[in-house]
């Protein structure tokens, strides 16, 4: 799935994941290729990005929003 991950100064990270780790408001949530269409909001925490090869990259967030639909996920982060 492509992965957006976007600042009001910057884009923070843009490409392909196969998993990736949300801290959300309500709790830790995933998302994995071809999830259901979603919009939730996100607390200060660290976004875990699982690519190809099983290779990891975080990136932390003071908050946000991060929406899922046909398998595409951007994230407006704080």
Known sequence: MQLDIVSPD???YSGEATAV???GVE???GVLDNHAPMI???KKGVIKITKEGNTEEVVEV???VVE???NKVIVLAE
């Open 10 to 12: 910057k884009n923070i």
């Open 21 to 23: 780790l949300f801290p």
């Open 27 to 29: 709790g830790s949530f």
């Open 40 to 42: 939730a909001t996100l």
């Open 62 to 64: 003071s908050g946000g």
């Open 68 to 70: 899922v639909l046909k």
